[in-house]
C-alpha cells in the first residue's frame, strides 16, 4: 500500500493516539496524587516532566483545567535545586496549555508569589507568563484589577535579573496601551511604586525611563500621562547631567522618544531638538564629549529619517558638519559613527541631495571614503564600503539624468581609478572585503553608466558568471544579487549583448548554489 503523503496520521495511528492520550493524562493525575503523599517526590516529579512533554499541547488543554496544580506551586518554595528546576519545566508546559482568561483568573496569586521567589527561574517563569496574559486582550483588565500583581510587575523592574526585568517592562508597557492600564499605572498609588523602584539605582533608574519611553511611543494620549507623571521632564533634564555616560544614556532613550511624530512634536516644543543641537557645537570645547557625542549624531541621524533630511540638516548645521568631521578626524569610534550616519542619509534621494549641497566639503569626504575603503582597519573598511553602496544605490524608479549624473561623480571622486580599485578588492581572500565590493557593484548594477564600466572592464562580466570565484554562501548570495540587479534592469541587454544578458538570466533560473553535473568516464576492468 501507498504511503500516504501530506495527509495528516491514517486512521491507524490516530487511534493509537487517542487511546494513548487518556492513559497519558490519566498518569498525570495519579502522579499528581502520589506527590502529595509524599515529602520528597523527586522521582515522581522526573516521571510528569517526562509524560507532560510528551502530550502535545492540545490533549494537554483538555486535561490540565482538571487538575491541582497548587502542590506543584507549592513545591516551589524547597531547597532542592532540582525539585524546583523540574517543577518550573513542569509548569512552564502545563501553564502553556492554559487559556490567557482562565490563567488570569485562577492564578493571580501563585504568579504574584513567583515574582517575589528568591530564584530566578521562578521569577522568570511567572513572567513569561503575564507576558501571555497582557497579550490577550480579555485577560489583560484582569491584570489591571490586581494592585498587588501590578506592583510586583513594577518591583521585577529592580530585580538582579536583567531577563525579568525586560519581561516586566514589555508587560507594563502592554498593560498601559489601554486607557484603564493608563489610570492604573499613573493616577494610582502604583505612580509612587515606580518613583521608588526608580530610585534603586542608576541602571534601574534607565530601566524605568526604557518603559515609560514605550508608553510614550503609543499615542499622544500616552505621551501626556507620561509628561504629567514628571519622568520625561527628569529624564530631558539628565541631558545636562555632570555624568557623561549617564548623558549619553539619556540621549539614546531621548532618541527613541523621537521615533514617534508625537513624540518629535513634543520635543521641539521643549526645546530639546535644539540643546542637543547646541551640545554637538560645544562638544570640540569639551574633553569628554567622546563619550556622548556618537549618541548626539545618532540621534539627529535618526531624526533625519524619520522626519525630512532636507529640514533637518537645514535647521541644525552642526549636525551635517560634526559628521564629516568625524569622518575626517582619526578617531576609530568616530570615523565608525560618522560612517554610519552618511550612509544611513544617503540611502534616500533627499538625503543625497543635501549632501550634494555641501559641495567641496561633501567631496572631501567621498575622497576620505576612498582612502578608509582601502586602507582602515578591517571592520572600518567594511563599515565604509557598506556606506558608499548606499550612497550609489539608486532604484530604477528614481534614476533622473540629474541623480545618474550625481552618482556617477561621486562612483569617480572616490579613487583615480575605483573600478580596477574595486575589482581587486572583490578578488581578495577577505571575506567582509570580499562582499563589500560585491555590494558596490551591485549599486551601480542598475543604473546605465555602471553596466558600461562593468562591460568595458576587461574579464568584470567573466567574473560575475564565474561561480567558482564565490568560496562560501554568503559570497554566493551577494553575487546572486548582483545577478538578479543586472538581470532586472531594462539596458542590461543593450549594453551588455545577448550572449552575457541569456547567460545573466540562466545564472539568475540555477540559483545561486548550482552546481554544473560533471559526467564520468567508466574505465574497462573497474
Known sequence: MPPRCGRGPGPELRSRESRRGPKMAGAVGELLREMAELEQPLEELRSLKTVVYSLPLSALRE?????RLGLLFDLLNGDDREQIDTCVAILDRLLQALDPVYLAQNFKVELQKGLQHSDDTVKILAMSQIGRIVENADAVPLIIASPE???????????????????????????????????????????QDLKDVMGTNDVVRYRVYELVVEISSVSPVSLGYCANSGFITQLLAELAGDDVLIRATAIEMVTGLAQSQ?????????????????????????????????????????LAMVDSPQQICERYPAFIEKVFEMIEGQEP?????????????????????????????????????????CNAATDLRVRCLDTIASLLSLPNDQQTEDLLGLTESWFQTLHSQPMETFCNMSSQPFPEIHIGAIKIFTAIASQPWGQRLMISTPGFVEYIVDRSAEPDKPSKDAKFELVKTLVDSKTIAEIFGNQYYLQLRAYLREGPYFVKAVATVAVDGE
Do not use: W
Request: some cysteine; aromatic content about 6%; charged content about 15%.
Open 262 to 302: 508625537h513624540g518629535r512634536q513634543y520635543l521641539a516644543q521643549q526645546g530639546t531638538i535644539d540643546r542637543i543641537s547646541n551640545m554637538i557645537i560645544g562638544a570640540g570645547s569639551d574633553p569628554f564629549s567622546g563619550f556622548y557625542l556618537p549618541n548626539l549624531v545618532k540621534f539627529f541621524g535618526n
Open 149 to 191: 500583581l501590578l506592583r510586583e510587575m513594577i518591583h521585577s523592574i529592580g530585580g538582579k535579573k536583567i531577563s525579568v526585568a525586560k519581561e516586566a517592562i514589555q508587560s507594563l508597557s502592554k498593560v498601559a496601551q489601554t486607557k484603564a492600564g493608563l489610570d492604573a499605572l499613573f493616577m494610582t498609588s502604583m505612580l
Open 63 to 67: 486535561l490540565v483545567t482538571g487538575l
Open 333 to 373: 569610534t568616530m570615523i565608525g559613527v560618522g560612517l554610519d550616519t552618511i550612509g544611513i542619509l544617503g540611502s534616500c534621494i533627499e538625503g543625497k541631495q543635501v549632501l550634494h549641497k555641501a559641495g567641496n566639503k561633501f567631496q572631501e569626504v567621498l575622497r576620505r571614503l576612498g582612502s578608509l575603503s
